[in-house]
């Protein structure tokens, strides 16, 4: 990896989506200057465009469909049919507004927006108060110490809350009034934010294992004051946990056990120490929580094979160099070790004393999400996206019903529910003459961006075995080598497929796709219908309507809700709403719905000059597309896990100070607690000043 000089203060704009050079290596391992993993031709999109349905072909077929073949099963189906769902109910995009009423703005989003800013400070609407929740170091388990900045130990940082906190959710503790229970992913270390006189060229054995000790998950009981939203830890409770690098886990699914996992020290395949770069996740409602493992492939070093490539795992040494301290990070020493991570893990909160697992039929990618919603009759659905430019979306359905309850025997099958039944990728086409699709963002001659799409499965798991649905690929090797398998198929490629999020409302799905600035750029994939910009820096987000809007439907309808950016940039679109009356949003990333069916964004790599920031978003009604500025976040940071809940909004302030050139000695931002002390990653909560709901 190329070693970085750069100045406090040099220009982001000079880096993909407006991200500094410093995130670049320490989050994605310099992803976006690595040659494009996927390399494939499968270009569907622009292929099928020439020869797709017009709109009015697309809806007289959409209402001869018959029942049967919506609600096609999940389970062992070899081919998918023909995607010919009605567009999506309400979008009218440009021309089914009507005339907006004149309150304040939709339930729920009815607060001042906050101005675009540069403030090394969290912002918050007029009327509204915050409060640190919790701070990269803070004790949780019982015997760990308070945070010391200059004399930090891997054995104190397992016991304390880890670093860079992203995927945020609060699950309710029974019988406990006032309390619920925090999960927290912590995403990656920022070695040079973290340790006063870091050297990368050498660093530590200590400082690798602190550094081990501070990724993975964070469970910690809270306590809320019932006269505002503000949350308070409960240290030493008996359901607080950390999960590190270190942690063991147990490998389910169609891989576990296959030779493709096995390695030196694990000849079973199915005992992995640890997780890496959890980013978002999502709850279950069985009572777990989901976790993705994104960008692992920055953390392994010396690789030479060309499926490794696909995954952007690199040839020489990693920008930590952890392979000096344990050979299981050396692809050269330990082949397997590598396609251990990447998957999607699952965590019991309610059990400190549980084993986490990690799923491998739900694929192994760049998970950036991974949510939930139940079929009509009670299995499990979940959507998950790819986070790298031009890769795909994918959706698995269970064969296995949700049990009720919570005895250890429900519990128990619960935990199995992701173990069997089908994983599916995505293939869009849209319904424009791809002569209209000119890559400036410019709408088609039918005034949007919209179309149909296909689930096309990839690997099927029952009780007694797994069935791989892509020529000249076993299950196990589809479970490892999902990308692979996506390009076999045909998937879509995507503008970074990030979170992705089911309506609780209106059960339409939202993804999340954050930029692409290899879009139509040299010899990559050029715009089409579903990613219509080129050199597309803003990003955008897609609605997506299920057929009859079953969870296990096989096919769908889709169109693009915002196209992000300047509201004055022609380019942009915001749901049809009127743009001078919209806040400006770049880069979406992580989502998440209020109980009114607002649909709230979080951003990564503000484009736009300004600080990333939470957004809320109508989804319907008059006011759909109306998106208001609700937060900003401190210099170099990122906003993350947004959760909404009546009387409190919970954000993931994450790599604060996190600016090219910056270290413990030169900080970039002095948040959250001032000069003098060190820049540290944190949970914040925030409430209105008079106690009501958000945003009513």
Request: aromatic share 8%; with cysteine; hydrophobic share 35%.
């Amino acid at each position: 990896m190329r070693k970085l000089l750069p100045l406090i203060g040099t220009p982001s704009g000079s880096h993909p989506g407006g991200r500094s050079a410093m995130t670049c290596r320490f989050r994605c391992g310099d992803a976006c200057f690595h040659e494009v993993p996927n390399t494939s031709s499968n270009e569907y999109v622009g292929d099928v465009i020439a020869g797709a349905l017009s709109r009015r072909s697309m809806m007289r077929a959409a209402a001869v469909v018959t029942v049967a073949a919506a609600g096609a099963g999940a389970v062992g189906v070899a081919g998918a049919p023909s995607a010919q769902a009605a567009p999506a109910a309400g979008k009218g995009q440009g021309t089914g507004h009507g005339k907006p009423s004149k309150d304040k703005g939709a339930r729920g989003l009815r607060f001042t927006p906050v101005a675009p800013n540069t403030r090394d400070a969290v912002t918050v609407p007029d009327g509204y108060r915050q409060d640190v929740v919790i701070r990269w170091g803070e004790p949780i388990l019982r015997g760990a110490p308070a945070f010391d900045p200059e004399r930090q130990t891997a054995r104190a940082q397992a016991g304390q809350f880890g670093y860079n906190n992203d995927f945020l959710a609060l699950l309710p503790l029974h019988g406990e009034r006032d309390r619920q229970l925090l999960v927290a992913n912590h995403e990656y270390t920022d070695e040079v934010l973290m340790f006063r006189g870091y050297d990368p060229e050498n660093p530590t054995r200590e400082q690798v294992e602190i550094a081990w000790a501070a990724h993975g998950l964070s469970v910690v009981a809270v306590e809320e004051e019932r006269r505002s939203g503000k949350l308070t830890p409960v240290s030493r409770h008996h359901l607080n946990r950390r999960v590190t690098a270190t942690t063991e886990f147990r490998l389910t699914g169609p891989a576990a056990g296959s030779d493709l996992v096995k390695t030196s020290v694990d000849r079973t395949g199915r005992k992995v120490l640890g997780t890496l770069n959890n980013c978002s996740g999502g709850t279950t409602p069985w009572g777990t929580t989901l976790h993705g493992e994104e960008n692992f492939n920055q953390y392994f070093a010396n690789s030479s094979r060309a499926t490794d490539k696909r995954y952007g795992i690199g040839t020489g040494t990693t920008e930590r160099k952890w392979e000096r301290f344990d050979k299981r990070f050396d692809v050269a020493q330990e082949p397997n070790e590598v396609h251990r991570f990447g998957y999607v893990v699952e965590l019991d909160p309610y059990d400190p004393d549980s084993t986490p697992r990690k799923h491998t039929l739900l694929g192994r990618f760049k998970h950036e999400a991974a949510t939930v919603r139940l079929t009509h009759d009670g299995r499990p659905v979940v959507y998950t996206g790819d986070d790298e430019r031009f890769d795909y979306f994918y959706k698995f359905v269970g064969s296995k019903r949700m049990r009720h309850g919570n005895s250890r025997w429900a519990r128990e099958h619960n935990l199995s529910l992701l173990d069997e039944g089908t994983l599916y990728v995505a293939r869009l086409s849209g319904d424009s003459p791809a002569i209209e699709i000119d890559g400036t963002g410019t709408l088609p001659g039918d005034g949007e961006f919209d179309g149909s799409g296909r689930w096309i499965p990839l690997v099927t798991a029952t009780e007694d075995g797994a069935v791989s649905h892509v020529e000249g690929m076993t299950a196990e090797e589809v479970c490892v080598f999902t990308r692979l398998a996506g390009d076999k198929v045909g998937a879509t490629k995507m503008d970074r497929p990030e979170d992705i999020e089911p309506s609780p409302k209106t059960g339409k799905v939202y993804v999340a796709l954050t930029n692409n600035s290899k879009r139509g750029v040299d010899s990559n994939a050029k715009a089409d219908e579903a990613n219509p910009r080129h050199a597309n820096k803003h990003g955008h987000v897609l609605e997506l309507t299920e057929r009859w809007n079953r969870a296990d439907a096989t096919s769908f309808a889709w169109s693009l809700f915002l196209v992000a950016g300047d509201p004055e940039d022609p380019a942009t679109y915001f749901a049809g709403f009127p743009k001078d009356r919209v806040s400006p949003i770049s880069c979406p990333d992580n989502v998440a719905f209020d109980d009114h069916g607002n649909l709230w964004i979080s951003t990564d790599g503000n484009a736009l000059g300004n600080h990333d920031g939470l957004f809320g978003v109508a989804t319907q009604g008059d006011r759909r597309g109306e998106l208001k500025q609700f937060l900003t976040v401190p210099t170099g940071a990122e906003t993350c896990g947004p959760l909404v809940q009546d009387r409190r909004v919970l954000v993931a302030v994450q790599h604060p100070g996190e600016v090219d050139g910056a270290s413990v000695e030169k900080p970039a931002s002095t948040w959250p607690d001032g000069p003098g002390k060190i820049v540290r990653p944190a949970v914040v909560a925030v409430w209105r000043a008079d106690g009501r709901d958000i945003g009513v």
